[in-house]
């Protein structure tokens, strides 16, 4: 998710309903040669609370300093280290899912992290089931991690080599939460609230954690809850309240100039903008648009073009 869950992102999601969130993953070595550069990634508001910093690195002693050096800064709720990333550059660095292949070292890096932290804050981790098939080790990455200190254990159900293709392996993440005595949380295909209550009925998980459906539908975690305390599905987010929340997306982010001027901004923001396409009508269209956006009025013009093409269909 590094890219999408920004601050910014971040505020929208907790507004929907999100209960914890942890930030873009950083680099622990980017933390100590160049903190002032990346110390943008670890931000977030104290209305954001519980929420988490993630790193990852291969390093337990300087990920345990780069620990330190946030928790000095702004104090998150806890720090999280990252064994899943897939990213052929952050594996190439031995990081993220990389450590899946070397137990030792995963272990080594997870025990000098929580030793540094002490009692300042839990130390959290998340992981994927394995680097492929062939060596799918979940469980027994779990407990090493469970005894290296680690408090909370989010697992992805896919492999390393699958990214984000296929179906995640529910019946893994069971056997993990099952293995260990520590709350594991489950990750992988959750976009509604059926798929939350099914994963609490039919396996040990304390927890669900939604990424990418997020990324074009951050009304989930409203949609979620309504589900799990009613049964149903909530109201249907019309055209109009979408692209509302398109247009507070952009305008917060201009408003917080963490990229640069409103051209600079809104050329970031493409990809994120063309994800919240995701289902409109005319969708084909509107993200080739989009590949030329370069300011919130440009955002609002498709935004009426898009809104006017329904209404005449429906004419």
């Not at 806890?78 to 030792?104: E, R, T, W």
């Not at 949609?223 to 799990?228: M, R, Y």
Request: glycine letters at 10%.
């Amino acid at each position: 998710m590094a890219g999408v869950t920004d601050v910014i992102f971040r505020q929208i999601c907790k507004q929907m309903g999100a209960d914890v969130m942890v930030t873009e993953f950083v680099s622990a070595e980017g933390i100590m040669q160049a903190d002032s550069r990346t110390r943008k990634y670890t931000e977030f508001t104290e209305e954001q609370r519980p929420v988490g910093v993630q790193l990852f690195g291969a390093d337990g002693r300087r990920m345990g300093e780069a620990a330190k050096k946030i928790i000095d800064w702004k104090r998150p709720d806890f720090i999280d280290i990252n064994f899943g990333c897939p990213v052929n550059k952050v594996v190439a660095k031995n990081g993220g899912s990389s450590l899946l292949k070397d137990c030792p070292l995963l272990s080594e890096v997870a025990a000098e992290l929580v030793r540094a932290v002490g009692d300042q804050v839990p130390v959290t981790a998340k992981m994927r089931i394995g680097w492929d098939e062939k060596t799918i080790n979940a469980t027994e990455v779990a407990r090493i991690l469970e005894d290296s200190g680690i408090r909370v254990i989010a697992v992805h159900g896919r492999t390393r080599s699958q990214g984000y293709g296929g179906a995640a392996d529910w019946e893994v993440i069971d056997a993990v939460a099952r293995a260990v005595s520590i709350p594991v949380i489950g990750n992988g295909d959750i976009s509604c609230g059926a798929d939350v209550q099914r994963r609490k009925n039919e396996t040990a998980v304390s927890g669900v954690m939604i990424g990418r459906a997020a990324m074009h539908n951050p009304w989930v975690f409203r949609e979620v809850k309504h589900f799990l305390e009613t049964g149903g599905e909530s109201p249907r987010i019309t055209l109009a309240e979408r692209w509302e929340l398109v247009l507070h997306h952009c305008r917060m982010a201009v408003e917080c100039g963490r990229h640069g001027s409103e051209s600079q901004t809104l050329t970031v923001m493409r990809s994120r903008l063309m994800a919240y396409c995701k289902g409109f009508p005319g969708a084909k269209d509107l993200r080739q648009r989009l590949c030329h956006v370069a300011s919130v009025a440009g955002v609002e013009d498709l935004a009426a073009y898009s809104l006017s093409r329904v209404e005449l269909a429906e004419l």
